[in-house]
C-alpha cells in the first residue's frame, strides 16, 4: 500500500493539507466561491421557480379571490375531478399534443427536402414558406379564420368554384381543431430552417456510395438522412409538444372571432367555441383564474399542467437520451 511520502512532493503537499486545517480552510473557501459564481441563479430559481411553485401549492388550500383568503382543504382538487371543462380541455390538449405536434415536424421536414431538392429559386421559396412564421400570433390567427370562413372567405370562393364543399372550420366541432392544426401547418416555417440546416449538413458522400449500391429514395432517407438529423427531429418534437401544452393564443383568438364576441359591454364569450372543442387546458387555467377570480382552483389546474408538462418533457428526454446511446 502506498504512503504519502512515496508520492510526489507537490501532490503529497496537497494530500497532507487535505487532512489539515489549512486544507479545510481552503476546502471553505472553495465552497463560498463556488456559491458566489452560483449566486445569480440560486437567487433566480429560489424568486422565480421555488417560491411561485410553493406558493402555488399553498393556495390550492384555499378559497382566494385576489382578497380573500379561506382554507377549504382539498375541495379545489376534488371540483377538478368533477369539472367536465377541465376534463374536456385535456382531451383537446393532448389531441394536439398526438395529432399537430407530429403533422407539423413531419409537414416541416417535407418542406425542408422539397427545398433543398429544388435546382432554381430557393431563395424565393425559401423566403416564400418563412414569412408566415413572422407574422404575430393574433394578427396571423384572425387572417387565417377569415381566410377559412365559409361564407365570405376567399378559400370558400375558389373550393366552390371547382365544386368542392368547404366545412365550417372553425364553427363546426369536429373541424375546429384541425382547423388549429391547419394554422400551425401554415407557420411552419420556424421548423423548416431549422431542418434545412440539418439537411444540408448531410454528407452527399453518403448519397452518393448508397445511390451505387443501388438505395432507393426511400432507402436513402430511412438509412442515411433520418439517423443524421435524429436530434434536430427530437429537438422539434420536444419544443413542439412544450407548445402545444402551452396552447393558448390561437385557440382563444379563433373562438372569439368564429363566434362573433368582441370585448363590448354585455358580450358573452364562452371559452371552447364551438361546443368547447377549441378549449385547451392554459386557457380554462386563464379563465378560472382571471375571468372567474378563483385563483385557488386555477393553482390546482397549474400543478396539473406543471405534473403533466415534466411527465412529457421526462419521457421525450429519455427517448433523446436513449437515441444518443444508439448514435455512440
Known amino acids: 500500500m502506498a504512503h504519502v511520502s512515496d508520492l510526489p512532493g507537490p501532490l503529497a503537499g496537497r494530500v497532507r493539507d487535505r487532512g489539515s486545517g489549512r486544507g479545510r480552510g481552503r476546502g471553505r473557501r472553495d465552497d463560498l466561491r463556488a456559491l458566489l459564481w452560483l449566486s445569480p ?8 421557480f421555488l417560491y411561485p ?3 402555488t401549492v399553498y393556495f390550492s388550500f384555499q378559497r382566494y379571490d385576489m382578497f380573500t383568503l379561506e382554507p377549504v382543504g382539498l375541495l379545489n382538487y376534488r371540483y377538478f375531478m368533477e369539472d367536465e371543462a377541465a376534463w374536456r380541455a385535456i382531451r383537446n390538449t393532448l389531441w394536439l399534443v398526438a395529432i399537430m405536434v407530429p403533422l407539423r415536424v413531419l409537414f416541416g421536414l417535407g418542406v425542408a427536402q422539397l427545398v433543398t431538392r429544388l435546382k432554381a429559386g430557393v431563395g424565393v421559396f425559401r423566403t ?11 394578427a396571423g390567427t384572425l387572417g387565417f379564420v377569415y381566410l377559412l370562413n365559409p361564407g365570405t372567405g376567399p378559400v370558400q370562393a375558389i373550393l366552390s368554384a371547382v365544386g368542392i364543399p368547404s366545412p365550417d372550420w372553425f364553427g363546426d366541432p369536429a373541424w375546429s381543431k384541425w382547423g388549429l392544426t391547419m394554422l400551425a401547418l401554415w407557420s411552419v416555417g420556424d421548423l423548416m430552417v431549422i431542418f434545412l440546416a440539418a439537411l444540408l449538413d448531410v454528407p452527399k ?3 452518393e456510395a448508397a445511390a451505387i449500391d443501388g438505395a432507393g429514395a426511400w ?13 434536430v427531429v427530437m429537438f422539434a418534437a420536444v419544443t413542439g409538444v412544450i407548445q402545444a401544452l402551452q396552447y393558448f393564443t390561437q385557440a382563444m383568438i379563433a373562438a372569439r372571432v368564429a363566434s362573433g364576441s368582441t ?8 371559452p371552447g367555441y364551438p361546443d368547447q372543442s377549441t378549449l385547451t387546458f392554459p386557457e380554462w387555467l386563464y379563465h378560472q383564474g382571471f375571468r372567474d377570480f378563483a385563483m385557488g382552483y386555477a393553482c390546482v389546474l397549474a400543478l396539473v399542467l406543471f405534473a403533466v408538462s415534466m411527465m412529457f418533457t421526462l419521457v421525450l428526454l429519455r427517448q433523446f437520451r436513449g437515441f444518443a446511446e444508439e448514435e455512440a
Do not use: C, H, K
Not at 41 to 48: E, K, P, T
Not at 128 to 138: A, N, R, T
Not at 263 to 270: K, N, R
Open 41 to 48: 441563479w440560486i437567487v433566480g430559481f429560489a424568486v422565480f
Open 263 to 270: 370585448d363590448s359591454a354585455g358580450s358573452v364569450f364562452t
Open 205 to 207: 458522400q453518403l448519397y
Open 219 to 231: 432507402q436513402r432517407f430511412y438509412r442515411i438522412t433520418l439517423p443524421v438529423i435524429r436530434p
Open 53 to 55: 411553485l410553493l406558493a
Open 128 to 138: 416564400i414558406f418563412y414569412l408566415p412564421s413572422l407574422v404575430p400570433v393574433v
